[in-house]
């Protein structure tokens, strides 16, 4: 009986062990399978993306850091079946981080690539003799404009670096030079002042006045502001750049000449910060130059949204010193082309609107502006203008008419950065109404071809 009893109990016993034996290891398999399924299903997913990535960007290191990202947080969420906790906020955080992606690349995919890169190709190589505008119907010497810049090289005690824009003088220099005008640059301290150059803002124009060996010249040994002689030029332009607000308001020889020249009927224009320049002259009469005057410049809403601390910054957020100078400021849509002309006072808003401010002084001067061909970043800024006075629609039909049209490029990524900033403005509805007016550009640009 003990023998029959433990032949019973033994093989038992071995049975029960040989079970658990045998589930651990097909739990084992199992596990094994849905991992490699999760592998497979998280690589296959994350190569997709990052191939979409690689080919929108062509940037391989993106394309492979993000697939990395989303493969392995995929194959997380099929370890993590006993912490349900953790597994649901990696699917939300890996979900939130798929839909971003995903729409990131098609908001890419709007952007004309090849265009901007054939846009950016031909102004890379501009000089001041492939540019017709300045090569053709030569108009004959009518003068001189001086062009005011900043000798600031920090923002106040910041240490932050600062300068003279670039493509505010450019810009309006080889306007003023194409109708005429020979142009000087003077500055408050003289020699060679700091410059400020936008990589993402260069046209023809902008690398044009790079290699033009006399504007260098002149730009390298700016006049002293105090060894200006006046009477040799017909008008004045300051120059935007934001140390200007630095050392333009309290310049004596600055308030002078502009006093001056707007009291004898000279143009005095200003575009951005330029308009420090204004705050503090006083005419004849001991009221300000400003009082009453229609006025733009750089607003607070642009300042404050790429400085937040800019009152900490500067002497004066410059819309608020205006109009306590009793300006009538005219304050545009943010980051679009607005002037004020008021008689042969002529102020602009941001560096979009330095083509058109230059253009109004050679009006105010008597002159009829020599026809120049409008970039595709002008176009772009009109159809905006359109969207913020009429609406999409209209925004639409603008765009359609340009398509159609010769010699009417259109840049949408002006548009698409528009966007972006209506997004860090937390305007979600402007921000997806200007994305479906990049995307309507595209299908018409496309539909042309």
Avoid at 273 to 286: C, K, M, T
Avoid at 401 to 410: I, L
Wanted: glycine share 8%.
């Amino acid at each position: 009986m003990i023998f029959y009893t433990d032949e019973i109990i033994i093989p038992s016993a071995f049975t029960r062990k040989f079970t658990v034996i045998r589930n651990i290891i097909i739990n084992n398999m199992m596990s094994d399978k849905k991992n490699g399924i999760a592998i497979v299903i998280g690589a296959a997913i994350a190569i997709a993306i990052g191939i979409a990535i690689l080919v929108v960007t062509n940037n391989l290191k993106i394309g492979i850091g993000v697939a990395i990202v989303l493969g392995g947080s995929i194959v997380a969420i099929f370890k993590l079946k006993k912490h349900p906790k953790i597994k649901w906020t990696l699917i939300s955080i890996t979900s939130l981080l798929a839909i971003c992606i995903v729409f990131g690349i098609w908001f890419l995919s709007l952007l004309p690539r090849e265009e901007i890169q054939a846009r950016n190709s031909a102004a890379e190589i501009s000089t001041v003799h492939t540019i017709p505008y300045l090569m053709e119907d030569v108009i004959q010497q009518r003068g001189k404009i001086l062009a005011v810049v900043t000798s600031s090289h920090t923002m106040g005690s910041s240490g932050k670096s600062t300068g003279y824009e670039l493509t505010e003088l450019a810009r309006a220099y080889y306007v003023f030079k194409a109708n005429g005008f020979e142009v000087d640059v003077a500055s408050p301290l003289g020699g060679k002042p700091p410059v400020v150059i936008d990589d993402d803002d260069m046209g023809k124009f902008d690398f044009a006045f790079l290699k033009d060996s006399i504007a260098q010249y002149k730009t390298s040994h700016t006049i002293a502001m105090n060894d200006v002689v006046a009477d040799n030029y017909e008008a004045v332009f300051f120059v935007g750049g934001k140390g200007a607000m630095f050392d333009f308001p309290d310049n004596k020889a600055i308030q002078s000449l502009v006093r001056n020249y707007y009291q004898s009927g000279k143009v005095v224009g200003a575009v951005c910060h330029g308009p420090a320049a204004l705050v503090n002259v006083r005419l004849d009469n001991g009221r300000s130059l400003i009082e009453n005057k229609k006025v733009s410049s750089f607003t607070n809403k642009e300042e404050l949204l790429l400085i937040p601390d800019a009152t900490s910054i500067f002497p004066f957020l410059l819309q608020d010193k205006l109009t306590a100078q009793g300006a009538s400021f005219q304050e545009g849509t943010m980051y679009l082309e607005k002037i004020s002309h008021d008689k042969n006072l002529v102020t602009g808003q941001n560096p979009w609107s330095t083509w058109l401010l230059a253009e109004t002084m050679i009006k105010q001067m008597g002159y009829t502006p020599k026809y120049r061909e409008i970039t595709a970043e002008e176009n772009a800024v009109k159809v905006l203008q359109v969207y913020e006075s009429h609406g999409s629609e209209k925004a639409k039909a603008l765009i359609k008419t340009m398509a159609s049209g010769k010699n009417m490029p259109m840049a949408r990524e002006f548009i698409a950065m528009h966007g972006v900033v209506a997004a860090m403005e937390v305007r979600i509805g402007r921000f997806f109404s200007l994305i479906g007016l990049v995307s309507y550009a595209k299908k018409v640009s496309q539909s042309r071809r």
